[in-house]
């Protein structure tokens, strides 16, 4: 009976240790399997100031390695605390946020946005819908269009870059001004200022912790600008309303033929530039 009670009790204890090596290896499987679609990527623990060095930061633990999963990785998002030594933010770093690397420079002189050259790094805020409710990235392409209300004074000299010179004067013949060089606008027009700018850096309202999704609120921009669709948004800033579109990857160089908006506008000067 002895005999037979230890091989049932090690039968028991077999069987148990089956039971631990299956699920073992299941949770050995699934952790493999998250793994392999995500990458280690460094975030930190607080919020950190624009101007702020790094070094000290790094001295009290701040940062940390998290995992990401690949769809979701920022492009140039730092992965080593290695790539923070000697820094300074050029922008915020939020809490449990990806850093671009982007968003940290060597100190004065440096170009921590990557500008172009030849062009210049515009800062833009806009809200909302307006800023594609959250959704633009650093490195995305988008239009900024400019809506002039009815009656604003516009002058020939910023009308040029949007219409060709017989548009021009088809409007001259049909709008008011004691000046031959301004214009009053005699509808709202609706058109795309800079038919395609790259995005440099962009804080957006913090995501939704539950869905993952933007919130409501304002979206900061640097904008990699040539000099004269900067002076043309700064221009738009005070005169008009502005309103972002997100490009495809397909199409980062904006569309040839954008759709005009206003009817009575577009019968004075023509649909097409041209």
């Given at each position: 009976?002895?005999?037979?009670?230890?091989?049932?009790?090690?039968?028991?204890?077999?069987?148990?240790?089956?039971?631990?090596?299956?699920?073992?290896?299941?949770?050995?499987?699934?952790?493999?399997?998250?793994?392999?679609?995500?990458?280690?990527?460094?975030?930190?623990?607080?919020?950190?100031?624009?101007?702020?060095?790094?070094?000290?930061?790094?001295?009290?633990?701040?940062?940390?390695?998290?995992?990401?999963?690949?769809?979701?990785?920022?492009?140039?998002?730092?992965?080593?605390?290695?790539?923070?030594?000697?820094?300074?933010?050029?922008?915020?770093?939020?809490?449990?946020?990806?850093?671009?690397?982007?968003?940290?420079?060597?100190?004065?002189?440096?170009?921590?946005?990557?500008?172009?050259?030849?062009?210049?790094?515009?800062?833009?805020?806009?809200n909302g819908a307006a800023a594609v409710n959250g959704y633009v990235q650093q490195g995305s392409h988008v239009v900024l269009f400019a809506t002039f209300k009815q009656g604003t004074l516009v002058s020939k000299q910023s009308l040029k870059f949007f219409l060709s010179?017989?548009?021009?004067?088809?409007?001259?013949?049909?709008?008011?001004?004691?000046?031959?060089?301004?214009?009053?606008?005699?509808?709202?027009?609706?058109?795309?200022?800079?038919?395609?700018?790259?995005?440099?850096?962009?804080?957006?309202?913090?995501?939704?912790?539950?869905?993952?999704?933007?919130?409501?609120?304002?979206?900061?921009?640097?904008?990699?600008?040539?000099?004269?669709?900067?002076?043309?948004?700064?221009?738009?800033?005070?005169?008009?309303?502005?309103?972002?579109?997100?490009?495809?990857?397909?199409?980062?160089?904006?569309?040839?033929?954008?759709?005009?908006?206003g009817a009575p506008f577009a019968r004075v000067v023509g649909v097409n530039k041209g």
């Amino acid at each position: 009976m002895r005999s037979r009670g230890l091989v049932v009790a090690i039968a028991v204890v077999l069987a148990v240790l089956a039971a631990v090596g299956v699920i073992v290896y299941t949770s050995s499987v699934r952790e493999n399997a998250t793994l392999d679609n995500t990458q280690q990527v460094v975030t930190s623990s607080v919020d950190i100031a624009a101007n702020s060095p790094l070094d000290p930061l790094i001295e009290q633990g701040v940062f940390k390695s998290t995992a990401i999963p690949n769809d979701a990785i920022v492009p140039n998002a730092v992965t080593d605390v290695s790539q923070l030594q000697g820094q300074v933010t050029s922008a915020p770093i939020y809490q449990n946020e990806q850093i671009p690397i982007n968003r940290i420079s060597s100190g004065p002189g440096s170009d921590p946005f990557g500008i172009s050259p030849g062009n210049l790094a515009l800062g833009l805020e806009i809200n909302g819908a307006a800023a594609v409710n959250g959704y633009v990235q650093q490195g995305s392409h988008v239009v900024l269009f400019a809506t002039f209300k009815q009656g604003t004074l516009v002058s020939k000299q910023s009308l040029k870059f949007f219409l060709s010179g017989g548009q021009i004067s088809r409007l001259q013949n049909s709008a008011s001004s004691t000046n031959p060089n301004l214009f009053v606008m005699p509808t709202d027009y609706t058109f795309p200022l800079v038919p395609s700018i790259k995005v440099l850096a962009v804080t957006n309202p913090p995501a939704d912790s539950s869905s993952g999704k933007p919130t409501t609120g304002t979206s900061d921009f640097v904008l990699d600008a040539a000099p004269s669709d900067a002076t043309n948004v700064i221009f738009a800033l005070s005169h008009a309303t502005l309103y972002m579109g997100l490009l495809p990857p397909d199409a980062e160089k904006g569309y040839s033929q954008p759709g005009t908006i206003g009817a009575p506008f577009a019968r004075v000067v023509g649909v097409n530039k041209g």
